[in-house]
């Protein structure tokens, strides 16, 4: 070749690198552009809904105590969350709630609510708001001027949301909600005698059966119900992970080249695990819940077929890599077949089956947790059924921080047996 | 270690010593074998006791519903072809899905990757804090975030992007990570020795490197999220799942429709599942690309 036709060659290949450091960016803004206009990305400012925003982060770290009052018999109510479960019993006295034929709720920012048949709430730097409800609807009145956009008045119902708190009357029920920081009743319901007490009372107290028995049948947070989801979260992926490698072994040897002579029966084990992957988890999850109806053997069931299908092509790429030479050493010492692949073969591949069964223990209680969403069982329906209430934030955030932990502890874990288990077999013979 | 540094040992007694190693190694596999065996035959009575429907009744029952399905699509066959060309669009917003989150995402895990790497990071003390949300990323599941994103974008497909995206740069960080510490410095070190900024130090002298790596672990990504994004579908961010959850609710008489989309979905990830695998191995054993000691 002369100079110039190196150089020729030089320059072209040069040119060519050159369009496509400028053209994949552009290809790629290109892409972009299309999708953002595709998925009306524009138009998203006006489906976010900054209430709902607004809702579950303050009920993240913080939770309501409603004080109702029944307009019609005029009997005064103060609950956790508005909920049944978390109503104080009768005689509780708080020291923000002065219950009487008036009641008095005093709220963070000094002010307070008088609720009685006529609710009164002087509001700091606006001016006291009074309501007479009744029959004609609320008869409220405002302080002279505009009425301002933090309170929602008609005939029938009257909303003030501040700082401090919420009030809200309608004909038949009055409501003063007032916030407080964290997650309560989170270890005690209020009908247990334990509720309220301090870590040092309890554990000088004695009693700590009774105290278990107590925090695991919570009402409110269900402590029991949460441990179980957990439990079946981790026993569909520990199902699912080994049950699929103990099925995916044998077949793996079927479709290996140097195992299975037969092509016929090779190509068939071959194309029943692309099979299996191809038809996605979610689909088998779907098939199987019709036959078996939901819960945590659909799930472990779902995520067998497909990793038998991920390990056995993994098994059998492993089994082709298998060298020859350990097999004819065994071989030559007289053994007969079986004991050449338990002695020949399953030394050499145990290390490379084990580190990725467990490897995918960890992906699969991922897949158990979105399974679980799907079909109904584990941690995954408790948090789908926790978001559709839209109300449960605190629940939603509690069940989102045990399954990241849960999913990192499977993580450390499977890495630590990974560890320990493949270490241990290459110290010495089997 | 056996008792060593005494008088020498005769053959026997090493034999006698070394059988009973194994014995004792054989009885301690023994002994876990037993426990797993017992794990597995316990927790598969636990899943079966807490399901709705039990094993064995439901066993027979496996093949009643794809059979339905077959049978109803057979059955209608001429109007399959109209419902593939009705159900298009759907599949192509399931893929632009993922094909956006894994761009996004790749694209956003570069950059985490480098802040991670030790020797490419600007800061040392990056890379902890860096790695540590790494770690949680990847190990929050996609659903979880696909879900609270709904209630706050209403439903559609940008929740469900967003949800993968986050997944991936998970995901993809770690693995650009692990790729980067393998990377030479020396064209690092020249590019800063010129002057470059950090980012043109990273741009020009350790992206070249890594490349045909990252666009392989990217490609592989791309086949799980068209996965994920069926998925996140059905739980109502829109895509393919979504229409197949509609049928599927739609009941019997109408599982010609789930038929045809259960076809396109399968289709799809068995195309793009080889397409993904033909780069895959070009890109890691390319001629080019041979030397650089490839990890997929």
Do not use: C
Not at chain 1, 61 to 66: D, E, G, L
Not at chain 2, 22 to 48: C, E, P, W
Not at chain 2, 201 to 230: K, T
Not at chain 2, 266 to 290: C, E, M, P, W
């Amino acid at each position: 070749m002369t100079d110039a036709a190196i150089y020729a060659t030089a320059d072209r290949s040069l040119a060519r690198k050159r369009l496509t450091t400028f053209a994949a960016p552009a290809v790629i803004m290109a892409y972009l552009t299309y999708v953002f206009f595709a998925f009306d990305v524009a138009g998203l400012s006006e489906r976010v809904s900054v209430d709902n925003m607004q809702t579950l982060v303050s009920d993240t770290y913080s939770y309501k105590v409603h004080v109702a009052r029944d307009n019609r018999s005029g009997d005064t109510e103060v609950s956790i969350e508005g909920e049944r479960k978390g109503e104080y019993p009768e005689g509780t006295s708080l020291d923000w709630v002065d219950l009487g034929d008036t009641t008095r709720v005093d709220l963070a920012d000094g002010s307070y609510v008088l609720m009685g048949e006529t609710v009164t709430y002087d509001i700091p730097g606006y001016g006291t708001v009074t309501a007479t409800p009744g029959s004609s609807g609320v008869n409220a009145t405002f302080p002279a001027g505009d009425i301002p956009e933090w309170i929602n008045a008609s005939k029938n119902r009257v909303a003030i949301t501040t700082d401090a708190g919420r009030l809200t009357v309608t004909r038949n029920r009055t409501e003063v909600f007032r916030y407080f920081y964290g997650w309560e009743l989170f270890f005690f319901t209020l009908d247990s005698p334990f509720h309220g007490k301090s870590f040092a009372e309890l554990a000088t107290g004695g009693q700590y059966g009774a105290i278990w028995n107590d925090f695991w049948s919570n009402k409110m947070w269900r402590h029991s119900d949460v441990a179980w989801a957990l439990a079946e979260t981790i026993l569909m992926a520990f199902l699912g992970t080994f049950g699929g490698a103990m099925i995916a072994l044998p077949l793996g040897f079927i479709a290996a080249k140097n195992f299975t002579p037969l092509g016929s029966l090779r190509f068939a084990a071959r194309r029943m695990f692309d099979f299996l992957r191809g038809v996605d988890g979610l689909i088998w999850t779907i098939v199987l819940s019709r036959a078996f109806g939901p819960g945590p053997l659909t799930g472990s069931l779902a995520i067998m077929l497909t990793d038998i299908g991920t390990f056995g092509k993994i098994f059998s790429e492993a089994l082709e890599n298998v060298d020859d030479k350990q097999i004819e050493g065994i071989a030559s010492t007289g053994a007969k077949p079986m004991q050449r692949y338990r002695f020949g073969v399953i030394p050499q591949i145990t290390p490379v089956l084990l580190s990725q069964v467990l490897y995918y223990l960890e992906s699969n209680t991922r897949s158990a947790t979105i399974i679980g969403a799907i079909t109904g069982g584990g941690i995954g329906l408790l948090l789908t059924q926790a978001i559709i209430t839209q109300k449960d934030w605190e629940e939603v955030t509690y069940y989102i921080i045990l399954i990241i932990a849960m999913v990192m502890a499977m993580d450390s874990f499977s890495g630590w047996l990974r560890r320990r288990l493949i270490q241990g077999n290459g110290e010495g013979g089997h | 270690m056996t008792s060593a540094a005494d008088a020498p040992q005769t053959t026997t007694d090493i034999r006698t010593d070394y059988l009973a190693q194994m014995r004792h190694k054989r009885m301690l596999n023994l002994i876990l074998l037993l426990v797993f065996a017992a794990l597995m035959v316990s927790g598969f009575y636990t899943a079966d006791a807490r399901n709705a429907g039990g094993f064995w009744n439901g066993w027979r029952q496996m093949l009643d519903f794809p059979a339905d399905v077959v049978g109803e699509a057979i059955e209608r066959a001429h109007l399959l072809p109209g419902y593939l060309l009705k159900y298009l669009p759907s599949l192509l917003e399931t893929i632009n899905i993922a094909g956006a989150a894994t761009l996004i995402g790749a694209l956003i895990a570069l950059f985490a990757s480098m802040l991670a790497t030790r020797g490419l990071a600007p800061a040392g003390w990056l890379i902890g804090p860096v790695r540590r949300l790494l770690d949680v990323l990847r190990a929050v599941p996609e659903i979880v975030v696909a879900l609270v994103l709904i209630f706050l974008l209403g439903g559609g497909p940008v929740p469900a992007m967003i949800a993968i995206a986050l997944h991936t740069v998970g995901a993809l960080g770690k693995l650009f990570s692990e790729v980067n510490e393998n990377a030479s410095l020396k064209p690092v070190e020249g590019l800063a020795s010129t002057g470059g900024s950090w980012m043109q130090q990273m741009m020009l002298g350790v992206v070249p490197q890594v490349a045909p790596n990252y666009l392989s672990y990217a490609l592989l990504r791309f086949e799980i999220n068209i996965r994920a994004s069926a998925i996140l579908g059905f739980v109502g961010a829109g895509g393919i799942g979504y229409d197949l959850r509609n049928t599927m609710s739609w009941g019997q008489g109408k599982f010609d429709e789930a038929a045809a989309i259960f076809l396109l979905l399968f289709g799809t990830i068995i195309i793009v599942d080889q397409i993904s695998s033909h780069f895959r191995n070009r890109l890691t054993h390319g001629k080019a690309y041979k030397d650089k000691g490839a990890v997929l």
